[in-house]
């Protein structure tokens, strides 16, 4: 990390340690703690439900910081994971340097460290989220010798009393400012606190969702981060949701993160952008043209695509929200700029003209730097959804993709140009598969598809298994009709998923 770069670092260990966080040891974290005097530590650690866990510790000694740096701690694996039996359930939670930031929100200072899973002979756990997700990312690189990078946009209600003189339109929300964005403010305080805790962010913004029902007001928000290591993308998410919800606490409003808030009303996503590099350079582009290998990528997405919404959209009301006209996907499509497709190409840097000098008129024009930023989005996941498996099932999708000799073929196949919905696209659309209905269905496709997912051991079967059983448990295949028309049904189901994840 270049010294220009730690010195705009957010991040107070950053700062202190002058180095970037994936260099940090443990000297590191103790020399920080000791010389701000810090009492507290906790264990984070993301399990089986997708939330964020707590082990709280209280420095007593040297000796004990140290001992807990080196050693972890051991918790009971049977209460965080339901496939694990009682009777040989201990773990080890091992920490992970890089991850550690101050606790925004403890008056006593207190730092914070995710955690590993590791089973009693030392060795990763083969079903937990970080490993799941970290052994598809090893093997992408490996069988490829490409950097696969991931970005997420975590799209969030909020949900709050009306009062405002100065009402938002409905469904007319999209990137609104104060005072018609009630919780501008609140989205501001949230970027700078994951950013001090080591997320990196791209921006905020206010989202399309606005709307009143009876005395409550719901406002959409979006946080969208940059490109990183997928670990990292994961951990960010799970980090800012926690950020999120500790700023509700604070405010005593809600926030969700649920799919859909009420039915008519746009619902919320967790898209993911990707990309990937070669030598450090982002190869997603091809003399200004999405490469083949962009191409393959997407392809391999749209091939998995129906099984990884068992990861990606985990709950009844995820379906409420993947529904025609409501920029969520329905049919299984790719295309450039496109918000009714599964997978979209962003618009990207490649008109070859100097916007900036054309905008600055007074300044003279410099030459035009080349621009690495494309990405592709796969846009069905949402707020339900099980993070790092949805990572991990979307980077074996890209490998399979590069790996099959007919994913060009099908790529060209599933291209569309323009609105799926547009009536002159009506013959195109008849042809295209959909997306699971239900989570009943998502659990067919994955049943149809888990051997490609327990490929090389990264999907351990018991992990396949329960994922498999838990949407089958909704029994929810057809919901959707049998609640057409039932309101307070409806609201039912929505509250009883109201904070997924």
Known sequence: MKISEIA??????VQFIQKSPCDFTKDDIIRFIEHHEIKSLNFRYVAEDGRLKTLNFVISSSAHLND??????????????????????????????RTAFLNPFNEEPSLEILCAFYNHQGEALASSPENILKKANTLFQQETGYTFKALGELEYYVNSKAKSIFPA?????YHESEPFAKFEGMRKEALQLVAQCGCKVKYGHSEVGNFSKGEEDFEQHEIE?????PQDAADQLIIAKWVLRMLAEEQQVEISFAPKITVGKAGSGLHFHMLLEKDGKNIMLENNQ???????????????SAALTAFGNTIPTSYLRLVPHQEAPTNICWGDRNRSALVRVPLGWTTQKNMVADANPTILPQPLEEVQKQTVEFRAPDGSAQIHLTLAGLIMASLHGLKDEKALEKANALYVDGNIFLKENKEQQMRLKQLPASCFDSADALEAMRTAFEANGIFPKPVI???IKTLKAYDDKDLSERLYGKEEELRELVLRFIHCQ
């Not at 981060?225 to 290591?229: S, V």
């Open 8 to 13: 705009m670092n957010p991040n107070p260990l």
């Open 68 to 97: 807990i740096l080196s050693f972890g701690e051991r918790v009971d694996g049977s209460s965080l994971f339901s496939f694990m039996e009682a009777g040989s359930s201990d773990l080890y939670v091992i920490p992970r340097y």
């Open 169 to 173: 339109s409905d469904q007319k929300g």
């Open 225 to 229: 981060f940059l490109p990183c290591d």
């Open 290 to 304: 999405l490469s083949d290998v962009s191409k393959r990528m997407i392809s391999g997405i749209l091939d998995f």
């Open 465 to 467: 298994d329960h994922t």
